[in-house]
């Protein structure tokens, strides 16, 4: 495994592997301090890719003025370890300087899809993020780049940006990985208390519950569902709701008010960003309507 | 010279005269009605690659909604035969359905350089830009693209935007090419009445005496270099001034009020936009006051 850290070594590095045949290239980019759901990309892309290239950058521009971007946690070692452990190839990790060697005057924007969910509490964060990602791709020139879909809707984000702009890659989602008690991986995680660790498995555990109800054909309705998510966020005095909604996936639209979402064509999403304490969680869970009404 | 208009057809001539060693790629981008200017960019890239693309289109995105892009001029014909003649190899000519298969969500935003000259006038004239270059560079992948300094402003964002991006191509800006009378080559002189053209000749005539005033001391701030722009073109009374901006180059930043411009580092430029009834002609120059001083 290589680990690069500027522009040129990057190149250089990609270029050796495509020149000595060990194509097609995968990029994994993320953020570091890395846990089982980023070892599920690394390990996907292994599948598909002759040369992994996994990015650890915490981009600055994505984040807010009050959002976590000093205390994101990092810890370059540990991520070393996982990445060699998970078959990367070549680990790309820049520092601020590198990627912005002056600020940023080009700036990549999808109209939107963009303006709900977390798009709707974070202004500007999904800008940062294809703005980052077009880098990465420019950089390496991936076939694949693999992204969890814990972040649904940057993957939907990122997918129009692709279609476009007819960049030269191919958008992989990858499931959610979750601890054994629901709760989603998260770097975040680290941030949370015991106490508001064991309350953040509403967020999984409403999900769920909200699933089976539509399943049973206790909630029909984008509205009815809404309601049961938030009552059973609720129940965890120290949740404090951003957002529970649930949308067309992955256009992002809202479904119509009086249409039972079992007649909904597609997939749907039900997402959800909850806060506890300071700490800015999310989790989702993405299905076909009609098939679970198939089941029923 | 082969001609292509699908996407699909584009990738595959591109990637045939790759595969056969014909590279490096050039692309010359164009809205088409081809003149002498564009010819330039052909030979241009004839001398630096092994294979020259050509895209002719009108793009929708970067005309305002009062502008010419319904009357924009068009000859396709015409232009396959300049474009034969000068050694393109591949034309890419798509329909707006091609380049747009659905209305575009993704736009790609240059900051600060977009805000003055063409960017105040035309409000997201260069997000347009920005967008479909950046569309045809990742169609084409070329190694060198070529564009005509009339449009400045254009070359200094899209420099801005692929340093930005880490774009993998190298932006040459060609020398505008004029009428033996000075009239800088546009497909725009064609809407000018006999009067208008005679008229449209204060623009290169103006930017001479100016850029000569500067070289003989007669003009030191940008401000009396305005002023004599100013001054000169008011003398056709058939042309109303868009603007007339003395700035550095390519940074498009003001210059200090009482620096004499001998005194400013690097490059400057002096661009004029005049309108002539319905048609609105650009025009400048671009040249280093130091070596002007230099040689007074």
């Known amino acids: 495994m290589r680990v690069v850290r500027t522009v040129e070594q990057l190149r250089e590095a990609v270029g050796f592997m495509r020149r000595t045949g060990q194509g097609p290239v995968g990029l994994v980019p993320t953020m570091g301090y890395l846990h089982e759901g980023h070892a599920s990309l690394l390990r996907r892309a292994g599948e598909m890719c002759g040369t992994v290239v996994m990015s650890i950058f915490v981009n600055p521009i994505q984040f807010g003025p009050n959002e976590d971007y000093e205390a994101y946690p990092r810890d370059e070692q540990r991520d070393l370890e996982l990445a060699e452990r998970e078959g990367a190839d070549i680990v790309f990790i820049p520092s601020v300087d590198v990627m912005y060697p002056r600020p940023t005057r080009t700036k990549i ?31 390496v020139q991936p076939e694949y780049a693999f992204f969890g879909l814990k ?22 989602p990858c499931p959610i990985v979750r601890e054994r008690d629901g709760l989603a991986l998260s770097s975040r995680n680290v941030y949370l208390s015991a106490e508001e660790r064991r309350q953040a498995l509403v967020l999984s555990r409403s999900l769920q519950e909200a ?24 129940g965890s005095p120290l949740a404090d709701i951003d957002y529970a909604e649930i949308l067309t996936f992955p256009g992002l639209e809202p479904l119509e008010g009086g249409l039972p979402l079992t007649g909904a064509e597609g997939e749907i999403i039900m997402a959800l960003a909850v806060r506890f304490g300071r700490t800015r969680l999310i989790d989702n869970i993405i299905f076909t309507p009609k098939e679970v009404a198939a089941l029923v």
Chains 1, 2 share one sequence.
């Open 151 to 172: 972040d649904a809707q940057q993957v939907a984000v990122l997918r129009q940006m692709v279609e476009d702009l007819n960049m030269n890659v191919e958008i992989i």
């Open 109 to 139: 924007a999808v109209s939107s899809l963009t303006t709900r969910l977390c798009g709707a509490s974070r202004p500007g964060h999904f800008d940062g993020v294809t703005t980052v990602v077009a880098k990465l791709f420019n950089l």
């Open 211 to 234: 699933r089976k109800a539509v399943e049973e054909g206790r909630a029909e309705t984008a509205g009815e569902v809404r309601e049961l998510l938030t009552s059973v966020i609720s």
